[in-house]
């Protein structure tokens, strides 16, 4: 399983917006509040969603609702998949 940076958050985005909200995300929105990005709940929920698809790592509510930044949705996921040698 590959690792879960800020590459593969982008490309998440750009699956779940075909590209036109991904160009947007780079290290310094990573502390940026997902509503201030502009993703409402269920935006953030969709990506949610595609993470637990493609990475295999289920989000609960609870936790989600706790994940107010893409940086620290990045931290979450990437805890639970294995780094690649």
Sequence with gaps: MADFTLKEFREIVAQCFENSEADELDQAALGTEFSDLGYDSLV??????????????????????????????????????????
């Design 44 to 85: 953030v929920y969709e990506i949610a969603m595609r993470i637990k698809d493609d990475y295999g790592v289920p989000i609960p509510d609870e936790a989600l609702d706790e994940l107010r930044t893409p940086g620290a949705l990045i931290d979450y996921v990437a805890s639970f998949v294995p780094v690649t040698p």
